[in-house]
């Protein structure tokens, strides 16, 4: 009986769905939290990256996963084929790293080698305390090297911020932030950091670590970081909310010291300084061949006087000439608070050095549903495609670009006492190529439920109403079970009984 009471809710609630499309309202459950799930979106600060994916040679795909001090560092390959949408995947192998100090801070695949990044508390402030070590593996995991790095006026290393690294020239370089020792007045700020290791000897090089000022590279308070190089110079990017109370870019010539910098705020934050609420996030850096790309969300910057770090936030892509002479910024949304949309933070890819991939999710305030936009753009800036949503998932998994074209990434969620892991890819030179979904899978999740047929009847419902149902076009063709061409209470009762049927261990039939 409990099934039967479960369907004839539904059926009550599209009743009432109906009542409430009349009045412009819709129903919809939020999507669940857990896992790596939109863990690149933040509002104030940012934080270390957790999931990576990479190509290996043999041409499958790995993620390497941070999972607590306990359970160590995950590195899984798979065998993915070369299709769009959510991917089918084949675990080919699997096996973990150990932590090497409490705080795991980040990776990065270098040219030759695997690095890994851990760190640890100097509560102490003393300069002989081991705050970060940088440990380098061999292509097959195999531990070869570690540089530790001491003191670097780290009270604590990576608060409120992220970890990103690049290298050049044979120097690793590390883009990170820590609060510092205390300071004449009492107080530890917090601020950027930047060390350079060779990566032959596993030696540190270069640091900055000191207060000083954007001159040098200095941001303070800075909460997120990012660093890339064209392999003639070293580019950092920086969210600031203080000195300078901007989104920066600094450079330097690789080898050189990175102290010697040419820098740009980019991106000037409204507000009073030092006010941690600036209003913006920055998701994303990439170089193209003539210019820096920065995406990010942010409110209305226009005007002081009705600057607000809590209003309505839009995506914006700020592109600098490799010179950092000149900025502009391209607002991709347009978003007011009647709208009712969020956009979360974006983020960037490179498919070459004039074609880039932005994507970021969108959270509807109405209904809770999440889905997901995407655009292409040249190395200036300009939209090279239509702007296109998709049933897709962000995470804190940077998307790839991999040897068949694709743009690939992994997002992690909790489903009961499990953590399920979907892959995604997408053709950055055909956007609107998403995989089509199944009869009846009307949410995407990979099984019929009743929560299906309620978004059939949501749909119904508005369209009776005089109102556009908000689902994605694919997801109307999988409500159109009976392939009419109309989503109707019909569609709805057919998923309904598949449902119901596959329930009590029949084999279900659209017939």
């Known amino acids: 009986m409990k099934l039967w009471n479960q369907i004839w809710l539904v059926l009550t609630t599209g ?19 857990g896992g790596n799930i939109s863990a690149n979106n933040y509002t104030t600060y940012g934080t270390l990256v ?56 980040g990776y990065y695949q270098g040219s030759t080698y695997h690095y890994l990044v851990f760190g640890q508390e100097n509560l102490t402030e003393s300069d002989t305390s081991e705050v970060l070590r940088v440990v380098k593996y061999n292509r097959n995991w195999t531990r070869v090297d570690s540089c530790s790095v001491y003191g ?102 690789a080898g050189d010291d990175i102290t010697n910098v040419a820098f740009s705020q980019v991106f000037p934050i409204g507000g009073i300084t030092g006010d941690n609420e600036t209003g913006v996030s920055v998701g994303g850096f990439a170089i193209s061949e003539e210019n820096c790309l920065i995406v990010g969300n942010s409110v209305d910057q226009t005007s002081t006087l009705e600057y607000d770090a809590a209003s309505q936030r839009n995506i914006f892509l700020s592109v600098t000439d490799q010179n950092l002479l000149q900025s502009d910024t391209i607002w991709l949304t347009d978003y007011t608070e009647e709208d009712a949309i969020t956009p979360y933070t974006p983020q960037i890819v490179k498919i070459n050095g004039n074609q880039f991939l932005i994507l970021w999710e969108e959270y509807h305030n109405d209904t809770g549903r999440i889905t997901t936009k995407m655009v292409t753009v040249n190395g200036s800036g300009a939209e090279t495609s239509d702007m296109v949503s998709a049933l897709y998932r962000l995470s804190d998994c940077q998307p790839i670009v991999t040897s068949d074209g694709l743009v690939k990434w992994y997002v992690t969620q909790e489903k009961g006492d499990t953590v399920e892991m979907t892959l995604y890819a997408t053709d950055p030179n055909d956007l609107d190529a998403q995989a089509p979904l199944d009869k009846g899978d009307v949410d995407g999740d990979g099984s019929i439920t009743i929560q299906d047929a309620f978004q059939a009847l949501t749909a119904y419902a508005r369209s009776s109403a005089g109102l556009k149902p908000e689902l994605l076009d694919i997801q109307l063709d999988a409500a159109d079970v009976d392939e009419d061409g109309a989503i109707t ?8 009984i598949y449902y119901a049927t596959s329930a009590v261990g029949n084999t279900p039939s659209w017939d």
């Open 15 to 33: 009743v009432i769905c109906i009542a409430a499309a009349c009045s412009g309202l819709t129903a919809s459950a939020a999507s669940g939290t």
């Open 50 to 105: 957790h999931s990576y994916l990479i190509e290996n040679s043999a041409g499958n795909l790995s993620r390497i996963e941070a999972r607590g001090k306990e359970d160590g560092i995950l590195i899984e390959s798979y065998n993915v084929p070369d299709t769009v949408g959510k991917t089918s995947y084949i675990t080919t192998g699997s096996h973990t790293v150990p932590y090497e100090l409490p705080q795991f801070a």
């Open 152 to 253: 670097i006026n780290t009270y604590l290393p990576f608060t409120a911020g992220s970890l990103r690294m690049t290298e050049a020239d044979g120097i690793l370089y590390l883009h990170t932030c820590h609060t510092m020792y205390a300071t004449s007045d009492g107080l530890r700020h917090q601020s950027n950091m930047t060390i350079a290791i060779d990566e032959e000897t596993m030696t540190q090089t270069d640091a900055m670590c000191a207060v000083h000022n954007i001159s040098v590279g200095y941001a303070s308070h800075s909460f997120n970081q990012f660093i890339d190089t064209d392999g003639k110079y070293v580019y950092r990017v920086d969210h600031g909310d203080a000195y300078p109370r901007a989104v920066t870019i600094t450079k330097f010539a």
């Open 489 to 496: 209470i019909t569609d709805a009762f057919k998923i309904l």
